[in-house]
């Protein structure tokens, strides 16, 4: 059995995954990307060996991608983040349908057809007020850990809102609420709406709808909200948060059999929510 693995280097966390043969999942593994992106791909190369059980010898090939993705030394090819997402998730969901990718910084929507081949894809990195960092800046106003966000905001009972389309002036939204006396779960599930605000005005959402990424992994409030906002089904694939690597890990094993090593363009359009 030959085994294959992906790194997803992202600008907030890199993301590791092995696999067999028959794209089958033996490990993964997430570490914070930091200043020193190569080292970050190395630590978690390192970490999802350990957790698959495999040695570096055992690997046929190691495919890269994400922000970083041309840091990584070690690896034998790369793909875009728009390539790795959509192989990743259409490996376990069948199409059509809509990937919604949440990051650290940046959001992705990408089109799939039926046999899961990218038709359209949208970005946005403009502003940090459709990303997972809006969320970390709202945790830190508030005063929670990030981790605790997400019960918190399942205590709202008041339907409040955040206009701003910058995650700055958002921070300042809060703090009026705050001195106004609103409850904090009530500020942190606007938060939430908020960030959901953003991403359906990214494009039409409807069918089936993918999401994806390591906001949607620690944060299933916003499947529900997503779910809520949108004109379809909503299905979360495996390991949300690690999905990029393991289309990574996919393209290792495709190209193995095709012998095909070029990377595909990470031109998208760019959208201000």
Not at 24 to 35: F, K, N, Y
Not at 108 to 123: E, F, N, Q, Y
Not at 191 to 206: F, N, W
Request: aromatic share 6%; glycine share 12%.
């Amino acid at each position: 059995m030959n085994y294959y693995a992906g790194v997803d280097s992202g600008s907030w966390t890199t993301k590791a995954a092995v696999i067999d043969g028959e794209g089958h999942v033996l490990g993964t593994a997430v570490t914070r990307s930091g200043a020193d992106l190569t080292a970050a791909a190395e630590r978690a190369y390192e970490m999802v060996l350990a957790n698959s059980g495999r040695t570096r010898a055992d690997i046929e090939a190691v495919w890269s991608t994400g922000f970083g993705r041309n840091t990584i030394p070690f690896a034998d090819g790369s793909r875009t983040e728009l390539d790795c997402h959509g192989r990743g998730v259409a490996h376990y969901i069948k199409g059509p349908l809509v990937v919604v990718d949440i990051g650290g910084q940046d959001a992705k929507v990408i089109r799939l057809d039926a046999a899961g081949h990218r038709l359209s894809h949208r970005m946005n990195r403009k502003c940090a007020a459709g990303t997972g960092s809006f969320l970390d800046e709202i945790a830190l106003r508030l005063g929670i850990d990030i981790g605790d966000l997400n019960a918190l905001g399942r205590g709202a009972t008041e339907n409040l809102e955040l206009s701003s389309f910058c995650t700055v002036f958002a921070g300042t939204e809060l703090l009026t609420l705050i001195r106004s006396g609103k409850r904090p779960a009530d500020l942190a599930m606007a938060a939430y709406r908020s960030l959901v605000k953003r991403i359906v005005a990214m494009d039409v959402l409807e069918g089936r709808i993918a999401p994806t990424g390591g906001v949607v992994a620690y944060h299933p409030i916003m499947v529900e909200l997503i779910g809520a906002a949108c004109r379809g089904e909503v299905v979360v694939p495996p390991h949300p948060q690690e999905i990029g690597a393991f289309g990574a890990a996919l393209a290792a094993l495709a190209a193995c059999e095709t012998q095909d090593i070029a990377d595909t363009s990470d031109t998208a359009e760019l959208v201000q929510p």
